[in-house]
């Protein structure tokens, strides 16, 4: 009797889930082919219910056959373990993201799911950010939406793992970095630029091993006094219309005048 009961128990639940997949196809949440992959994997799952006949050359306990089922069990918890976290995580990414967007053009874009607390833009090949929401609800919902439009270019979202919080500027000193710069950004413009704030000293653009630009530079002044006299000038700077994220470097440079020419 109680085997039956689990038997009916696990078919009532089997056709609820089925039903849930039919009304996510109907709402156009997911695709007909998405709908035939996740129907195939709940009915593979029901035939492994006890009442069942065991795959063959499996066996109830001992044995390979035993060992191989406990195995399958601890991976299935595994998955349901990161499944359960990815659950719980308020972060999208969204890739890959056209150039030129800001954190305010993609915290436009994706507010519509809801609250969102913070928002990183990544300048690699290719550009790609993190949208962190309040709320586990807001991240499923952008998830399930699966694609955006961000200026006129289609970019994917998936969950993403709970984002450390930022952590605080360094302190001052000599050095200030310009992040988030186009990638077509040169030195000489940089300097260029740089070169009207007192105690300008040099800049230096940050590359890869193969040489193409990060999109971020760090300058260094006279003292920290000039160094943060020009990061507050430098607020709000717009280069091909991205903003430049303008902060302290991490150390800063005992950089010479002399030094700088020996250097060169």
Not at 24 to 35: N, R, V, Y
Not at 149 to 172: C, F, H, N, W, Y
């Amino acid at each position: 009797f109680s085997c039956n009961s689990i038997i009916s128990k696990s078919m009532e639940s089997l056709q609820q889930s089925i039903d849930k997949l039919h009304k996510l196809q109907a709402s156009g949440i997911i695709t007909a082919s998405e709908f035939d992959v996740r129907r195939k994997t709940l009915l593979d799952r029901f035939v492994g219910q006890p009442g069942k006949s065991a795959p063959r050359g499996a066996k109830s306990g001992g044995g390979s056959g035993g060992h191989s089922t406990k195995s399958n069990w601890g991976n299935n918890a595994e998955q349901e373990q990161k499944t359960h976290q990815y659950r719980r995580s308020c972060t999208v990414k969204v890739q890959p993201l056209p150039v030129g967007v800001t954190k305010e053009i993609l915290m436009d874009a994706l507010q519509q799911f809801g609250t969102i607390e913070s928002v990183a833009v990544n300048n690699g090949e290719p550009m790609y950010g993190y949208v962190n929401f309040t709320a586990p609800t807001a991240a499923r919902a952008a998830k399930f939406a699966r694609t955006a439009t961000i200026l006129g270019t289609p970019v994917q979202i998936r969950l993403g793992k709970r984002r450390k919080p930022a952590t605080s500027e360094a302190d001052p000193t000599n050095g200030i970095g310009l992040f988030n710069l186009p990638f077509t950004t040169t030195e000489e413009e940089l300097s260029t630029m740089l070169s009207q704030y007192q105690g300008f000293q040099t800049v230096r653009l940050v590359n890869r091993k193969n040489g193409t630009f990060k999109g971020y530079a760090f300058a260094y002044f006279d003292d920290t006094a000039t160094a943060t006299f020009a990061k507050e000038l430098l607020s709000g700077l717009t280069l091909s219309g991205q903003s430049v994220d303008i902060k302290f470097a991490s150390q800063g440079s005992e950089v010479t005048s002399t030094a700088t020419s020996e250097g060169q």
